[in-house]
């Protein structure tokens, strides 16, 4: 109703939880040490929960676009380290500094150090590359 008509419409969220482990393995870690289950980054309103192609397009389709189109774009994170990454993650407004604000100060100093611990398996010769993949999808009015 707000777009012209054969104006276009686009939206870029992540893809699936298996193009972005990182956001799966972040959420286990940091539930882990708060002793929590860790929440499904799938689920409505989760990081994921339009990460699935059908999904996405029938959503465009639903809402009376047409001519929808979607592709996944490989999108990794590349920063010097792993310890960056977590840097990255401290300042977030994700879900992991959620559940890492209701740890104690020595609890959060273990979550972020077991972080950079377990994403140090994507350090290159160049530096830190992180997987991350996104969805484009797109539809006329």
Known sequence: RALKPGSRAAVLVFSGSAQNPLIVEQLAIAARHA???APDP????GLLSLGDPPQ???LFAR???ADIRCRAIAAPMTLPSAR???DFLRT??????QIASGLSDPQRAALWSDLAQAFA???TSDGWCGPNELLLASGSA
């Open 121 to 123: 398996r994507y350090q």
């Open 35 to 37: 002793g929590i289950a």
């Open 84 to 86: 960056d990454y977590v």
């Open 92 to 97: 977030a407004a994700g879900p992991v500094v």
């Open 42 to 45: 799938s689920r409505p309103g």
């Open 56 to 58: 996405l397009t029938g």
């Open 63 to 65: 809402a009376g676009f």
